[in-house]
């Protein structure tokens, strides 16, 4: 394992943030990402969109060269959300990544972000059930960290991730973002530094 390289996975609903969001969101990731460059590790980031659609975006760069997309300018937006397809699918294509990678290469720490609004109604692969074994076995056998920032706190239950790892995100005039992902840079900052 390469000690200095670390892993963030981000499966991200940023296709449903609301129109009149989208510069909050993106302030506050711009921040978040400002937190971990502090930490001097290198780190690299997958993400992919869980919005509409059956697109699967998934990158694999370093922090720095991120592009973030254009948050909260869709309008007509379905409401429907595949977190549960699309979440295990990064998962397993990560997986695959991985394992093709070798030992020396392949970074010390993986940590997932699950962001989502809502919960999933639209997947038709994927259980929460199925998700849940998933993410037990990623994190108890492969030691991966997973984190869930959310409105709806079923969420957590359904998916096995831990009430500490957990962030709600309150719909509060002003800013819906900023908090959560300064809690989310606050827990990931110090999983970094360990």
């Known amino acids: 394992m390469k000690d ?10 940023y296709a449903l943030i609301e129109p009149g969001h989208g510069d909050e969101a993106a302030k506050a990731l711009k921040n978040f990402s400002s937190e971990l460059k502090k930490v001097n590790k290198e780190i690299r980031v997958s993400a992919i969109s869980i919005g509409d659609g059956d ?8 922090l720095e060269k991120v ?6 300018t869709v309008s007509s937006s379905t409401g429907a959300c595949s977190m549960l397809d699309k ?12 394992t ?3 030992e020396e290469e392949r970074p010390s720490k993986i940590i997932v972000t699950i962001i989502v609004f809502g919960r999933d109604n639209a997947s038709k692969n ?5 998700l849940r074994e998933m993410i037990a076995l990623q994190r108890d056998v ?10 709806f706190s079923i969420n957590m239950e359904k998916l096995g991730i831990a009430e500490d ?16 992902f300064e809690e989310l840079s606050e827990k990931i900052v110090g999983i970094l530094q360990e």
């Open 4 to 13: 200095n390289l670390k892993q963030l996975l981000f499966a991200f609903d």
């Open 55 to 62: 697109v699967i975006k998934i990158v694999n760069q370093p």
């Open 67 to 72: 592009k973030l997309p254009k948050f909260g």
């Open 87 to 98: 979440t295990s699918k990064m998962m397993d294509d990560i997986g695959v990544r991985l």
């Open 100 to 102: 093709n990678t070798a």
């Open 126 to 130: 994927c259980t929460y059930e199925r």
């Open 142 to 151: 492969y030691k991966w960290k997973f984190f869930l920032m959310t409105d």
């Open 165 to 180: 790892d957990t962030i709600i995100i309150k719909h509060v005039k002003g800013d819906w973002f900023k908090q959560p």
